[in-house]
Every structure is written in C-alpha cells, then in structure tokens.
C-alpha cells in the first residue's frame, strides 16, 4: 500500500542520505505497523524500523522485508541508541521531520555535534504521497465511512431516549466499537440548541433541547484510517429560520460536489458553496473553510479552502462540510466524505442530506 519506493527515489532526488520519520501517522503510513516509540529511518535502498522491546518482536514478525533495530532496553539510553544509528546508518545527509519533533527532542538529538551537521529540518516531507489514496485505501475510508452511516442511524433511534450532549456521545463511542472501530476519529461534537452555532464546540452535559436543531459531527478509526460525519436534526417543530438556513446549506453542498473533479482548483469547490451561502445573505455566517483532507489524520492536505491555488488530484479524499452560524440561536453543518475521481466526485456517505426532524 505504501508508496515506499517512490519516497525512496524522492529522498535520493532531494540529495538526502537518508530521512528520519518519527510522526506516528507517518509511521503508520509506512509501516502499516503502531507503535508508541518507534521511528523509521529510510534510506535510498534500506529500511529501518527502530523500536523499543515493547514492540520489537511483533515488528520483527510483520516486518518481514525491513531491517528491525531494537532501542536499548533503559529508556535513557533511547535517545544514545537513536544517535548511534543515525551515525551509523543515516549517512552524510539526514532529513527530518522538523514540524513534528519537539524543541526538547531536537536539542538533545544534536547534543551530538556530527549530527547537528547531518541533520536537514522538513515539513510535510512525504504530504503529497500521502495525499493521493491507492484505491486499497480508499476502500479502507469507505468501510469507515459506511459503518459511520450505521451509528448514526442507531444514534437517530436513541435520540428520543437521550437526556444530555454527553449522552449521546457516550452512545457514540458504544457503537463505533460495535460496528469495529478502534475509537473516535476526533471527540464527537453533539451540540443542542444555540450550542450547534458553535461549529467546534465541545459536548456537555447540556440537555437535547426540545424545537430546536442538534447538530452531531463525529467519526471513527477504522483500520488506522478516520471517517468524518455531520448531519443537523430538527428536534420538534424548529424556528422558520433554522429551516431555511438548512435549505441553504444543503444548496451550497450540493453545489461544491458538482464541482468536484481531478484537475479543478481547490478553491473552485469552496467558492462554489460559498456563493450559494452568499446569494442569501449569509455569507458573514459561514466562517470555516468548505472542508479538509482525511485518512491517516482527521485533517490531512488538501484544506479546501477559498485561499488554495492548488488543483485537485485524482483519488485525493476529503470532505465537503459548509455550515451557517447565527450566534445564539443555532447553526447547521453538513458534511460528506468525497474522492476526486477524472470527470466527477464520488460520495462515499450514504446518509442522504434531507431535513430529519425528530419528535421527542
């Protein structure tokens, strides 16, 4: 799934030895392989997975075609360990990822002169390999998104019986579980009343307020892999307004994913919301971007965003969310999952966009 002998051929192309990843979601990517201390070291021909004995052996078995480096067993001595192998391995040239390590963790790394003059600081080193799905990855998001569809209808279910904000995120929780999930992709925002105009606001235990909106935004991990979802209910009869409001967000997400096709640029999509939410004077209370990349990490490239000069890549995945927000009465979000395919996007979320209103 990984892309390893492109990035391989992208370090020798940047002049580098060898690059250090640390990142977990990079690690990951690489690996397929979670750890909570590990880096990897790769070189133009070798890879190296860097452990400590908690995970060294079922790296060992997984990682069958790389070289297993286990850490020295006292945690002081990782950090030595670590400085040995680069010296060793990393060559004359060592990229890093600059925008991941602490101050702390690099000042101690370069305690070590040799590598202070090794070392070459990136960000967002291998963004663009990440970017663009493989098809085996997308079908990953699909399952996550899929099975995120499937708690929210059981959460519509619960809805009637829900006492509090909390309430339903526990629930939530319950049924990515269920559905096997590994956890949230982000903490669930389930926002009741003038809370939903607050786009992120975080849960309490304030009650489902009775005709008025709950606006519900979560995902799930799945396969190591994030789904993004947001519906807004009526809970009851809802304030005229409110309604309207939906209509319109609803208009403008359809609009930003008939936009949507490889090679269109970035801000085209956003723009293409915000107009519709502009058209009907509310273009003031649309304060967000029209979405973000997903996969790995809830927030990946490519931010869909008024401000991206960029051009949509094929089998780039991402979410269309637009939403109004009228301080102190409520909002509306809506928000679906999108691959860029050649001529059209493809919507991964099933949960069709109509008005629910629930009576409770």
């Not at 235990?205 to 709950?214: Q, V």
């Not at 403008?252 to 939410?277: F, N, P, Q």
Request: net charge neutral; proline share 3%.
């Amino acid at each position: 799934m990984p892309k390893i002998n492109e990035i391989q051929k992208y370090i020798e192309e940047k002049n580098l030895s060898s690059f250090l990843f640390s990142s977990f979601s990079n690690i990951f990517y690489l690996s397929r392989f979670s750890s909570s201390n590990a880096y990897i070291l790769l070189t133009p021909k070798e890879k190296l997975f860097i452990t400590d004995f908690r995970y060294f052996e079922g790296a060992k078995e997984k990682l069958k075609d790389w070289k297993v480096i286990l850490l020295g067993k006292d945690n002081k001595e990782h950090l030595k360990h670590l400085q040995e192998i680069l010296l060793e391995f990393g060559g004359k040239h060592i990229g890093f990822e600059k925008d991941k390590v602490s101050l702390s963790f690099y000042e101690k790394l370069t305690e070590k002169k040799e590598l202070k003059e090794r070392l070459i600081g990136f960000e967002g080193f291998i963004n663009e390999f990440r970017m663009i799905k493989t098809e085996e990855e997308i079908e990953i998001i699909r399952k996550a998104v899929e099975k995120t569809d499937n708690i929210f209808s059981k959460i519509i279910e619960y809805i009637p019986k829900a006492k509090s904000e909390l309430d339903i995120r526990r629930m939530i929780i319950n049924y990515i579980f269920e559905e096997g999930g590994t956890g949230e992709s982000f903490p669930a925002i389930v926002a009741s009343g003038k809370h939903s105009a607050i786009p992120h606001y975080e849960t309490s235990d304030y009650p489902i307020e009775k005709n008025n909106l709950l606006l519900i935004d979560m995902g799930m991990k799945y396969k190591g892999y994030c789904s993004d979802f947001t519906r807004t209910i009526a809970i009851n009869k809802v304030d005229k307004e409110l309604i309207k409001i939906y209509s319109i967000v609803k208009e403008a997400h359809l609009t930003a994913v008939e936009t949507v096709k490889a090679g269109v640029k970035i801000k085209e999509i956003d723009l293409a919301a915000r107009k519709v939410i502009e058209k009907y004077g509310y273009g003031d209370y649309f304060i967000h971007s029209t979405g973000h990349g997903i996969g790995i990490d809830i927030h990946e490239p490519p931010r869909i965003s008024k401000n991206n000069e960029g051009f949509l890549e094929e089998n780039t995945v991402f979410t269309i969310e637009p939403g109004i927000y009228i301080p102190g009465k409520g909002g509306v979000r809506l928000e679906n999952v999108v691959v860029a395919r050649k001529n059209k996007g493809e919507v991964l979320t099933k949960t069709p966009l109509d008005l629910i209103t629930i009576e409770g």
